[in-house]
């Protein structure tokens, strides 16, 4: 498993990459066509911007990448179509990010791991589910989402909301996981312009669900 695992660190460092986490998006887009030459993309929870790397070279000069993060990302060696974002993306309107929706929204974030794998699991499905909420204001009809989520109770539930949103909607594990690790990341191509809810007799009397504390926190 080491063995495997510095393959991953070594290409990541001979073909530039910040981190190892690229060739999990490279592995998607080759498999799902998620990302199109000219697309505009969101990185939601970028740090420390290999997903964005990918993205640039993905989209190409007439695309564009918007990568949010709280914590700061170091722009040295990004192209021109790379735009980076140092804040809660709760926090931001859609004026913010540029003022249209995105074709795309690329998701490798993850709540802080606490050692309850029950727990971790639960806050990694509500960080999916606050980015299905926003899909209504972020993402086009037709547009393409993928996201990390941390299998557990949750991930069925989530999958399915996934199915209603989109034409698509699978779980998938890059070859650049761990194999002992928890982590999938749901694909989602083709949004039908829905949040995915199933309405029910007492939805006028439900108040909206509160995001949870924090995208990319524990809480």
Known sequence: MKEVQDHWFRLAKEEGYRSRAAYKLIDIDDRKRLLR???R?????????????????RVGPKG??????????NGGGYPPNVRLI??????????????R????????????????????AMRSARLCHDLLDRCTEWLRTGGNLTMKVFEG??????LRRAGRMFEDAKGYKPRASRAESVEMFVVCL??????????????ALLPKRKPSKGWGSAE
């Not at 993309?41 to 070279?57: F, I, N, R």
């Not at 564009?64 to 990302?73: F, G, P, R, T």
């Not at 809810?197 to 939805?203: I, L, N, Q, S």
């Open 64 to 73: 564009e990448v918007v990568a949010v993060d709280l914590k700061q990302i």
């Open 37 to 39: 030459r000219g697309d």
């Open 190 to 203: 083709g949004y039908r312009g829905n949040d995915g809810r199933v309405p029910t007799a007492e939805d």
């Open 153 to 158: 109770g949750e991930y069925p539930e989530l």
């Open 41 to 57: 993309v969101l990185d939601a929870g970028a740090a420390p911007g290999s997903w964005s790397q990918v993205a640039a070279t």
């Open 86 to 99: 140092q804040a809660d993306l709760r926090d931001l309107t859609m004026a913010d990010l540029g003022g």
């Open 101 to 120: 929706p995105f074709d795309a929204v690329i998701s490798d974030m993850a709540p802080d791991t606490t050692g309850d794998p029950m727990g971790d």
